[in-house]
């Protein structure tokens, strides 16, 4: 069986700087990997070349064996034809540090938007789907509610019942909690961690150490562009070998 994730090899610059250093990684299916790492190390750079927001300059992002980033074969790279890039994204879900629901959209009309769009639901089943995907949030009386009258913790958890309504293969969160108030970060998690426990296969970005320690199958920490140390929370977090990682460790904890 194909891992669930494949990133080999992947370079990306902007201008001169280069961004990522050649970053491999695997993930097998039900798999969760968090990855910390400094700021300005890579790592949004990083999820956005799994959901193909970046196209990497070399290397390639496989899903289930099939690619969503370019391919190299010998010299020449390839790069997918644009309707197999968008229905490779439809099998990822990305939920952001900022929560980007649509202002003018019910909660409820948030979640049902994808169904819409890409499963051609109609609009009374997208949106009846939407209040289960709601439910499993916490949330499934707020559909009414437009993300204004919603705290953050709540704007967050309809961004992850959005990312979860195509049924995604695989779930990418960055930093999910880092833009809200400390009394909200608990109820995001406890939906996170729920995610992980039903098998789902993700990749959390974030500095929220002892979650890390609680989900993670796998802790990655990046820096500089290149995954520094990666294995289990109990060896990256507990036992770090590299001098790096202890030292971002001391500084988060
Ligand atoms: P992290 O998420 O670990 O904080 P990022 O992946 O966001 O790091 O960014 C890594 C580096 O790449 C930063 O120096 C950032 O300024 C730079 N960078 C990211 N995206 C772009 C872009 N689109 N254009 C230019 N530089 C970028
Ligand atoms: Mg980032």
């Known amino acids: 069986m194909s891992a669930a994730l494949e990133i080999r090899n992947v370079h990306k610059s902007f201008g001169p700087r280069e961004v990522l250093k050649g970053v491999d990684l695997t ?53 997918l034809p644009p309707r197999a890039v968008r229905r490779q994204r439809t099998r990822i879900g990305f939920v952001a540090q900022s929560f980007n629901l649509f202002a003018n959209l019910t909660a409820r009309d948030n979640v049902a938007e994808p169904l819409v769009a890409h499963r051609r639901l109609d609009r009374a089943a997208a949106r009846e789907r939407a209040v289960e995907l709601l439910a499993k949030v916490g949330l499934g009386d707020r559909g009414d509610a437009y993300p204004r009258h919603l705290s953050g913790g709540q ?25 809200l108030d400390p009394e909200l970060v608990g109820e995001v998690l406890s939906v996170i961690r729920q995610l992980a426990d039903s098998g789902a296969t993700m990749v959390i970005v974030t500095h929220e150490i002892g979650f890390a320690r609680e989900v993670a199958d796998d802790v990655v920490f990046i820096d500089g562009g290149v995954i520094v140390e990666q294995g289990p929370p109990s060896q990256v977090l507990d036992n770090p070998r590299q001098t790096r990682t202890r030292e971002f460790l001391a500084r988060v904890l």
Do not use: C, M, W
């Open 27 to 79: 993930i097998g299916s039900g798999g969760v990997v968090a990855v910390l790492g400094p700021s300005g190390s890579g790592k949004s750079t990083l999820l956005r070349a799994i959901n193909h927001l970046e196209r990497p300059d070399l290397g390639y992002v496989a899903l289930h064996g099939e690619l969503i980033g370019v391919e190299v074969r010998g010299e020449r790279l390839h790069e």
């Open 155 to 179: 704007q967050q958890r309809v961004a992850i019942a959005r990312a979860l309504a195509l049924e995604p293969d695989l779930v990418l969160f960055d930093e999910p909690t880092s833009a």
